[in-house]
């Protein structure tokens, strides 16, 4: 059975968002300039409700990948509260993770609505993806320690952090400037992708809870099918593009991402000044 148009719409944009929230492209320039390109103006896969969707697929698939690693970091958070002090790497790396989601947090509570509103021009889009793009090559150029996870410090964890916050701006990237900060403090690869990952399932885990109530308040909601195609696709989609990095970032470089956020920003330009 052949798939309706908004169906179409809400398996790509699931696919869509799942693969961008996770490789270092921009999910959120990527849901933008989609619907912007193809002319799609239906108003149902442009509400908050089906956004949300999206983000808890994308949350299910990093808790997927990610179920060992967070039953143990949650036995260590645990710990602590028993015991009242940290011992031992996972204890520290739960700690450093919830200092680190803060400033995301703020940036998300104070600011979000703002940059909605105001970055959602594709020409402003191309601003980040190409100022990024650069920033990603620069930390590959580097001498690097290559320090691993387990001897990640809190101030390096901050900055990482705060490096998130930035990835509200579309065109940026969450996993994008959180891996390249772990880069410039002089983690190695697959230990800055593997925080940059764990960093970032508390602030989808939030951002999802915050807008939940629009997933049964919203327009359109009715339509079920559209709001289940988008979840189902984001997060095998999301998983997908998790197992994917993680095993591609050991051996290789961050620069053929560059390279695509590069021929991205040229392909907007370009299209604006053709039309």
């Known amino acids: 059975m052949l798939l309706d148009n908004l169906s179409f719409q809400a398996l790509i944009l699931g696919i869509v968002q799942g693969l961008t929230e996770f490789l270092p492209i921009s999910s959120s320039a990527h849901l933008i300039l989609f619907p912007w390109f193809f002319g799609w103006t239906d108003t149902l896969v442009d509400t908050l409700s089906f956004d949300v969707a999206l983000h808890a697929g994308t949350l299910v698939a990093i808790l997927w990948y990610f179920w060992s690693d967070w039953i143990e970091l949650i036995r260590g958070f645990l710990r602590i509260l028993g015991r009242r002090r940290v011992v031992g790497a996972n204890e520290r790396l739960i700690l450093y993770i919830i200092l680190a989601t803060i400033p995301a947090a703020l940036a998300g509570l104070f600011l979000e609505k703002t940059v909605a509103e105001t970055f959602r021009n594709p ?7 190409i100022a990024f793009s650069f920033l990603m090559i620069y930390a590959e150029k580097r001498p690097n ?50 925080f940059s990952f764990l960093l970032s399932t508390p602030a989808i885990a939030g951002a ?34 998790i197992a994917f990095l993680m095993k591609y970032l050991r051996r290789h470089t961050l620069n053929v991402f560059a390279g695509y956020r590069l021929l991205l920003a040229a392909f907007i330009i370009f299209w604006i000044s053709l039309k």
Do not use: C
């Open 145 to 194: 320690p290559a320090r691993p996870l387990n001897k990640i410090t809190l101030r390096d964890s901050i900055l990482i952090g705060v490096a998130q916050a930035v990835a509200l701006l579309p065109g940026v990237s969450r996993s994008g400037i959180t891996i390249t900060a772990g880069l410039f403090r002089g983690y190695e690869r697959e230990a800055a992708t593997r």
């Open 123 to 129: 020409l402003l889009i191309s601003l980040p993806l």
């Open 208 to 241: 999802a809870t915050l807008h939940l109530r629009h997933i049964f308040s919203g327009p359109g909601f009715q339509d079920g099918h559209i709001f289940a195609i988008g979840f189902f696709s984001s997060a095998v989609s999301g998983y997908l593009a």
